[in-house]
């Protein structure tokens, strides 16, 4: 499926930044806070708070962190947070969805429409990005978690639209609507999954030469290290020569 290099692009850069831990368990508390304010603080009533818990899991976020998070969502403050979604175009004309959770949407917009025009890019309304991707589930098992013809089976059996397999990781997709459902019969068939979540997926992809590469990772790393930002997503690729003289 077209975007799949992209997809493994950013998520292997973002797991690279990723290693400072204190973000990570920044952005999943926060989403553990609206999962159990928008729903019911009970996890086996509430299906994204389950999901939002069992990411925490992987991360190996401490159980105290977890239970102040849903704890939080008591609070008069969580009120302020608002989930938002700016879209906008970086060098090369590339698509880029930025989902935020913030208390302060002026001071957001803000830095996010700053970050684009000092790094080649332009803030658009929303919808002038959104419609070249596709909002998915996805599921993804470390590659030695079965033979891509077992996860393949699997995936069609729980109910998948798509499953795609490397040589380090098994990327399954499948409806936003039945990403729960999917995860399930997946985690009955090879046992609990490396993450679980709803994204936004590109539907085709730019490739990106050495030029605009340089400007665009530069952009999207502002926005990643903005802490009112959960995650960004963009419709490049860039080849292995290209990856490899950026992050040399």
């Avoid at 803030?123 to 996805?138: K, Q």
């Avoid at 459902?181 to 490739?207: D, F, M």
Wanted: aromatic share 6%; net charge negative.
């Amino acid at each position: 499926m077209a975007g799949h290099s992209q997809f493994k692009n950013i998520m292997h850069r973002k797991g690279a930044q990723d290693k400072k831990r204190a973000k990570i368990f920044s952005r999943l508390a926060k989403e553990i806070t609206i999962a159990a304010k928008m729903g019911m603080p009970d996890p086996a009533q509430n299906p994204r708070l389950r999901l939002a818990i069992q990411n925490a899991r992987k991360e190996n976020m401490p159980k105290d962190n977890i239970e102040r998070a849903i704890k939080k969502s008591e609070s008069n403050d969580v009120d302020n947070f608002e989930e938002m979604r700016y879209e906008g175009f970086g060098p090369a004309g590339i698509g880029i969805i930025v989902e935020a959770l913030t208390d302060n949407r002026n001071r957001t917009a803000g830095e996010v429409r700053s970050a684009f025009t000092k790094h080649g890019g332009s803030l658009g309304e929303t919808g002038t990005v959104a419609f070249m991707f596709d909002r998915v589930g996805h599921i993804s098992y470390k590659a030695d978690a079965a033979d891509a013809d077992t996860v393949f089976e699997a995936a069609i059996e729980a109910g998948a639209d798509d499953c795609e397999s490397s040589d380090d990781i098994h990327d399954i997709y499948c409806s936003a609507d039945t990403l729960h459902e999917v995860k399930e019969g997946l985690e009955q068939a090879l046992g609990e999954a490396e993450s679980a979540r709803i994204v936004w997926k590109p539907q085709n992809t730019i490739e990106v030469n050495d030029e605009k590469a340089e400007t665009l990772m530069k952009l999207l790393d502002v926005l990643d290290d903005n802490d009112d930002i959960q995650n960004v997503y963009a419709n490049f690729e860039l080849s292995d020569e290209v990856m490899q003289r950026l992050t040399a």
